[in-house]
């Protein structure tokens, strides 16, 4: 049982490039949630979806995009990256929001905008 | 005014102590609160959740609940050098706000 995947684990990017996070849940979710972290900072939510062609912004969504096409799948778009989006990225899945449900993590995507 | 308070810490408690983590937050309209617990460079994980007043206890773990005063609180007892993590406090709305906000966290270290 996978769980949530994200790929890649490390990635060093030069300032102004592009990149694409993958993430991928094998639990049939509803929901599924972007998160960076910063050293020594909690989890600020990026976007968020709560199914297949829905997506919605959260607390920090400048610089970033993302899709869901499938329920399955809900890549996170970084457009001419920026040395403040060096961080610590994180993908999470639930069946819902909600009492009881948990929330589902990754393992984190380190990035390094340089 | 952030939307989840906590206080980064870091607390030191006595092996076999009672470790005790507060959290505030903003929205009165708040319905379900989360504890993750977070290891160094891993992912965080659930330890509890609570969306009544008052107190729910799982094993070493008690998380409280006041909506009144808009605090939630987690008490680890008999406290172990394996809680020694980041513990993170999560709030959601609901009422179809599906975003989940998490607190900075608070760093524990429990002393041997």
């Known amino acids: 049982n996978a769980g949530v995947t994200q790929t890649p684990k490390f990635r060093i990017l030069k300032i102004g490039q592009s990149m694409t996070l993958q993430c991928t849940q094998d639990?049939?979710?509803?929901?599924m949630y972007w998160y960076r972290q910063d050293p020594g900072m909690g989890l600020k939510l990026i976007y968020y979806?709560?199914?297949?062609?829905?997506?919605d912004k959260g607390e920090v969504p400048n610089g970033y995009n993302v899709s869901r096409s499938t329920t399955e799948d809900f890549p996170l778009r970084l457009e001419l990256a920026a040395p403040s989006q060096t961080s610590v990225y994180f993908c999470?899945?639930?069946?819902?929001?909600?009492?009881?449900?948990?929330?589902?993590f990754g393992e984190g995507s380190w990035l390094t905008v340089v | 005014q952030k939307e989840v308070e906590q206080n980064s810490g870091p607390l030191s408690v006595p092996e076999g102590a009672i470790a005790s983590l507060n959290c505030t937050y903003s929205d009165r309209g708040s319905q379900s609160f989360f504890w993750y617990r977070q290891y160094s460079g891993k992912s965080p994980e659930l330890i509890m959740f609570?969306?009544?007043?008052g107190d729910k206890e799982d094993g070493r773990f008690t998380a409280q609940l006041n909506k009144a005063s808009q605090y939630v609180s987690l008490l680890i007892r008999d406290s172990q050098p394996s809680d020694s993590a980041t513990y993170l406090c999560a709030v959601n709305r609901g009422n179809r706000d599906d975003k989940i906000i998490f607190g900075k966290g608070t760093r524990l270290h429990i002393l041997p």
């Open positions: 979806s709560v199914g297949a062609g829905i997506t």
């Open positions: 609570i969306y009544s007043n």
């Open positions: 999470a899945s639930s069946y819902s929001s909600g009492s009881g449900n948990t929330i589902y």
């Open positions: 639990m049939n979710h509803n929901y």
